[in-house]
């Protein structure tokens, strides 16, 4: 069983930064895509942000291209969302997930619980 587990979130006012953690169970974490999907109220959750096993290659939505930054850690099985520039339109919850690439998001089985970011103007 894998489980994932989101940190980092919070409140933050607009222009301000959180770096968002995920922490992974399971031997199998490098060999997977990982990524960040987020849900804001009365929408669907969407992709954000996503990192090949190796950490080569990097995809983003492009509401977040030049903002966002996802990075890993398998040593640490750990995989970060680093946002910049926050804007009041990225409140959601944040998940972090586990799967394939499959453009243009990721195919997972695997998602953590969620974590709330919420952007004052």
């Known amino acids: 069983q894998v489980q994932l587990v989101e940190s980092g979130g919070g409140l933050v006012q607009a222009g301000g930064s959180l770096r968002l953690s995920c922490t992974a169970s399971?031997?199998?974490?490098?060999?997977?895509?990982m990524g960040w999907f987020r849900q804001a109220p009365g929408k669907e959750r969407e992709f954000v942000a996503a990192i090949s096993w190796s950490g080569g290659n990097t995809y983003y939505a492009d509401s977040v291209k030049g903002r966002f930054t996802i990075s890993r850690d398998n040593a640490n099985v750990a995989v970060y969302l680093q946002m910049n520039s926050l804007k009041p339109e990225d409140t959601a919850i944040y998940y972090c997930a586990r799967g394939r690439w499959k453009y243009p998001t990721i195919e997972s089985d695997y998602w953590g619980q969620g974590t709330q970011v919420t952007v004052s103007s």
């Open positions: 399971g031997r199998t974490f490098s060999t997977y895509t």
